[in-house]
């Protein structure tokens, strides 16, 4: 049986920066995030929707947008699970080898 999940996530990447925030109108530490939402079908295989880096304040957590590109080559690399990120086309692999399997099968020799 398929279990189904989704779920969405907030990873810090990077050091506080102190910056102005125009909604607690003072200097606060600002944070780093990737935020991503991800869906999975039977806690194995997922894929991941909805990703974005941004800075946030830690008091009102109001924050700008990073350009993605440009975070993705600061950070090195993507802080996303492989399995969330890989998941649903191992998942598409594996359903199109076994429709290849069961065609197989039944065209006999
Ligand atoms: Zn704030």
Do not use: S
């Amino acid at each position: 049986m398929f279990m189904v999940g989704q779920g969405e996530r907030v990873l810090a990447i990077g050091p506080h920066e102190d910056h102005h925030c125009p909604r607690c109108d003072e200097v606060r530490p600002f944070e780093p995030q990737l935020r991503y939402k991800f869906g999975e079908f039977d806690l194995l295989f997922g894929f991941v929707y909805d990703k974005r880096y941004q800075l946030a304040c830690t008091q009102c957590n109001h924050g700008w947008l990073l350009d993605t590109r440009l975070t993705e080559r600061e950070l090195g690399r993507i802080p996303i699970p492989l399995r969330l990120r890989f998941g649903f086309v191992v998942l598409l692999v594996l359903v199109a080898g076994l429709g290849a399997a069961a065609y197989a099968i039944k065209a006999g020799p």
